[in-house]
């Protein structure tokens, strides 16, 4: 079956160390995007590709990175600049990125710091 | 400051009851997302509709967009439609495509048997 694949399910990060979260998908789409959710707060972009070699900043991109190599990849650094990394973090996909697509999620990584 | 409101904040209702969450947004739109998290956390888009009414088994989704108002209802509900409900407006006369939706915080709905 075609999804997104988030790996691991639960992170923990020690000060000061870099982390990456895994996001696969198999829908061949385009466009892919990195949310943050924290308790009672609505989901937060931090990041979105449209393109393979290509990515933009959202909202909040501040002490994370991603790279896109491959279409089917999206992977995210949560750097030691990232002060408050404890969160839950979501990835999706789209056809295309244009309005109005529908987005697919991942089942999300917990990241919390030891 | 979050644009998008919805109420209630937690719904408890009992099995076979109607269920209506809402969605208001302050600024005007070009469609609007109902997406369901399930305890566990992922997340599955149930609607995107841009006017009118979509109906899809016990869900059904509402839009005025002059009122800027959104509805979700769920018929006969059941416990398995135990979730957080979040509706994302996206803004029009924007370049771009969903990098531009806004999330609301989410509707928690618990059904008892």
């Known amino acids: 079956d075609g999804g997104i694949t988030q790996s691991p399910k639960y992170l923990f990060r020690k000060e000061g160390q870099n982390v990456t979260l895994s996001c696969e998908q198999n829908l061949n789409h385009d466009a892919m995007y990195w949310y943050r959710q924290d308790p009672g707060q609505g989901l937060r972009l931090i990041y979105y590709?449209?393109?393979?070699?290509?990515?933009q900043k959202g909202d909040i991109a501040e002490g994370y990175s991603v790279s896109r190599e491959k279409k089917e990849s999206f992977p995210l650094t949560v750097t030691s600049a990232q002060k408050n990394p404890t969160a839950f973090y979501l990835c999706?996909?789209?056809?295309?990125?244009?309005?109005?697509?529908?987005?697919?999620f991942g089942s999300g990584t917990q990241l919390s710091v030891l | 400051k979050n644009e998008v409101e919805q109420s209630p904040q937690n719904l408890t209702a009992q099995e076979g009851e109607f269920i209506t969450i809402n969605c208001s947004y302050s600024v005007g739109i070009s469609a609007l997302h109902w997406l369901q998290q399930h305890p566990g956390g992922g997340i599955v888009s149930l609607f995107m509709l841009s006017s009118g009414k979509k109906k899809h088994g016990r869900l059904i989704a509402t839009i005025n967009i002059q009122e800027k108002h959104s509805s979700l209802h769920i018929t006969a509900s059941h416990p398995r439609d135990s979730a957080v409900y979040i509706c994302?407006?996206?803004?029009?006369?924007?370049?771009?495509?969903?990098?531009?939706?806004?999330f609301g915080k989410g509707t928690k709905l618990t059904v008892n048997p």
């Open positions: 999706a996909s789209s056809i295309s990125g244009r309005p109005n697509e529908k987005l697919f």
């Open positions: 590709s449209q393109i393979v070699n290509d990515f």
């Open positions: 994302a407006p996206r803004p029009p006369f924007l370049q771009g495509g969903s990098e531009k939706l806004v």
